[in-house]
């Protein structure tokens, strides 16, 4: 499989993610959007020498992996790109924070505590955007950024960028096996057909991108989605669900959850 054909097949494959009829799934997405939102601002609100408390956040990634029976490797896989990324961001603080704490009597340096964090802040917010993705379809996570009052341009336009991707990976994907067929004995494409096979790629993309928003329309859209409002609607279950993490947060942010837990088995195994 191509690498063209290897991107759309991780599309349909985070589309089909988002359509199964997960419980995670079914929760209104205005109430994951908000948390997912929410819970990042939380992550960032750590101190940068804040190690325990950045760890202890990982407690909502690790239970919405298990909720929605999503795979773990299937899902590192497919951010094999980003994260070694955000790991790169937190990668030169060693060598410009020189200072030193003390951590349980032992003198660490401070540089590698803000590195630590500031990784595990990245890795946990990729992680969290990734999750409302493959439980949340395209539709709905629209229709979740309207209620919150997004101007409709802007959701429109997010949109028909995540539709459009398949359909300009599918035109690359045509005119590279097109091309490959005319020239079998050649290692890629040539440079001197760059600029023509750019322009025929531009002309069929918006081709079938007009053809796709024509039958957008003829089924009824009008940049907003309200089929959905009848099929979608705030539960008990959403409540509770948006409380429940909220205090759970709550308390992970307030207090050392994972130094309190370390210490309860430190001392029952001593």
């Known amino acids: 499989m191509s690498k063209i054909n290897n991107a759309i097949h991780e599309i349909h494959c985070m589309d089909t993610l988002s359509a199964r009829d997960q419980w995670v799934n079914q929760i209104h997405p205005l109430v994951k959007l908000v948390l997912t939102i929410g819970y990042i601002v939380v992550l960032v609100s750590f101190q940068k020498y804040d190690v325990a408390g950045t760890a202890g956040m990982i407690v909502y ?6 909720l929605a029976d999503l795979s773990v490797t299937d899902s590192l896989k497919r ?3 980003v994260l070694p990324l955000v790991c790169l961001l937190g990668i030169f603080n060693p060598f410009f924070d020189k200072n030193y704490i003390l951590v349980a009597g032992v003198r660490v340096s401070a540089g590698i505590l803000s590195m630590i964090t500031l990784i595990l802040k990245g890795i946990f917010s990729v992680l969290a955007s990734y999750l409302l993705i493959a439980t949340t379809s395209i539709d709905k996570l629209c229709y979740a950024f309207r209620m919150l009052h997004i101007p409709k341009a ?4 997010f949109m028909l960028m995540y539709r459009y991707v398949t359909v300009l990976l599918e035109e690359t994907d045509r005119i590279t096996q097109a091309y490959m067929l005319r020239a079998p004995h050649q290692n ?7 600029g023509s096979l750019a322009g025929q790629l531009l002309l069929r993309s918006i081709d079938r991108a007009n ?3 024509e039958s957008m329309l003829l089924r009824g859209y009008q940049g907003d989605y309200r089929y959905l409002q009848d099929r979608i609607r705030l539960g008990k279950k959403d409540v509770l669900y948006l409380f429940l993490w909220i205090v759970i947060l709550g308390l992970f942010r307030r207090y050392p959850v994972i130094l309190i837990i370390g210490n309860l088995f430190g001392g029952a195994f001593l």
Do not use: C, K, N
């Not at 990634?61 to 298990?66: D, H, I, T, Y």
């Open 188 to 194: 890629g494409i040539h440079f001197r057909a760059w």
């Open 79 to 81: 951010l094999r790109i």
């Open 61 to 66: 990634p690790l239970s919405v992996f298990m």
């Open 211 to 213: 053809e796709v928003y």
């Open 154 to 157: 802007i959701v429109t336009q």
